[in-house]
């Protein structure tokens, strides 16, 4: 089992920024995806960014040029960088791990952190 802890979260007003941290720690296999998924009130879970191992991205539409990901292989660490912040980023954002492994990948989730932007 791989667990994930997020910090970083918190209150910020429209404009502004934040930086999320996301450390895994167990079962953790070399070759990895790392992400970051946000649900809404009343709203699906959606995917925000992600990043593999050899630092390959992919981002919402609604969040390029604003959010930047990266991680830390050695420490099995992934941040989202959250610049221009907007009301409708307002979320609670989950970490999220794909670690793959033979005979069979797995996924894991943090718990989620809040992030509020206030206008």
């Known amino acids: 089992q791989v667990q994930l802890v997020e910090s970083g979260g918190g209150l910020v007003q429209a404009g502004g920024s934040l930086r999320l941290s996301c450390v895994a720690s167990g079962s953790t296999r070399t070759f990895s995806n790392m992400g970051w998924y946000r649900q809404a009130p009343g709203k699906q879970r959606e995917l925000v960014a992600t990043i593999s191992s050899a630092g390959t991205t992919n981002y919402k539409d609604s969040v390029l040029g604003r959010f930047t990901i990266s991680r830390d292989n050695g420490k099995n660490t992934v941040f989202l960088q959250m610049t221009s912040l907007k009301p409708e980023d307002t979320a609670v954002y989950y970490c999220?791990?794909?670690?793959?492994?033979?005979?069979?990948?797995?996924?894991?989730w943090g718990q989620g952190t809040q992030v509020t932007v206030s206008s």
């Open positions: 999220w791990r794909r670690d793959f492994s033979i005979p069979q990948s797995f996924e894991s």
